[in-house]
């Protein structure tokens, strides 16, 4: 019997027959997608790692270390200004501020360098504490206040207000010079900017007539 003839292939059957293009095609596709696919997966999954902006992330409370201190700094200055608008700067070697609710900073080894009408003058001390919203010092200790003009002042555990610029000391003994001559007293209050010291208990003031003005 004779064999039938078969009708001439259409282009788009030639295209898809095996071993054409179209064919060899598909089966690079066949390899290559799953592997684009799982390269994309490991770049999508890396890149917040290696992104140079911000990355969020969720910490588990109970599993991060909390710091006792909420700040501790070495070497700081903390500046402000009086109610002339004077300024005047603490620097102390070390201080902590253990909690937010407290804002007092317990300092170590401070020098506060204060404007007056007629020059600077500072005031030193081994131990304090600095309240940030009053501005007022706490001195622990020995406190020792110079003026350019040779007014001193020595005490122990006083309050110092840098901003209305007074001292009140604690009680265990004062001495000082001012223009009129040397005085002592159990405890004082002095405006550190007139210049005026009132004394409290067993005051004793020597004056000397050639240094007063």
């Not at 290696?50 to 501790?72: C, P, Y």
């Not at 200004?81 to 603490?90: L, R, S, Y």
Request: charged share 25%; aromatic share 4%; proline share 5%.
């Amino acid at each position: 019997m004779a064999e039938v003839a078969r009708p001439p292939r259409t282009a788009r059957q030639r295209w898809a027959a095996p071993g054409s293009r179209h064919d060899r095609l598909i089966a690079t596709l066949g390899f290559g997608l799953p592997a684009a696919i799982g390269v994309l997966t490991a770049f999508l999954v890396l890149a917040p790692l290696t992104s140079t902006g911000d990355v969020s992330f969720v910490l588990d409370k109970n599993k991060v270390e909390v710091a006792k201190e909420r700040l501790k700094l070495q070497a700081a200055t903390y500046r402000g200004q009086d109610d002339k608008g004077q300024p005047f700067a603490i620097n102390v070697a070390s201080g902590v501020q253990k909690s937010s609710a407290v804002p007092v900073v317990q300092i170590n080894k401070m020098a506060a360098d204060i404007q007056l009408d007629d020059g600077p003058a500072q005031l030193h001390a081994d131990k304090g504490a600095y309240d940030l919203d009053t501005e007022k010092l706490q001195v622990i200790g020995p406190v020792a206040f110079r003026a350019a003009d040779g007014y001193r002042i020595d005490t122990q555990d006083a309050v110092v207000d840098l901003k209305q610029k007074t001292m009140d000391s604690g009680g265990k003994g004062v001495t000082g010079v001012l223009p009129q001559g040397n005085f002592s007293a159990n405890k004082l209050h002095a405006n550190l900017e007139g210049r005026t010291v009132k004394l409290d208990g067993n005051a004793r003031l020597r004056i000397v007539p050639r240094g007063a003005k």
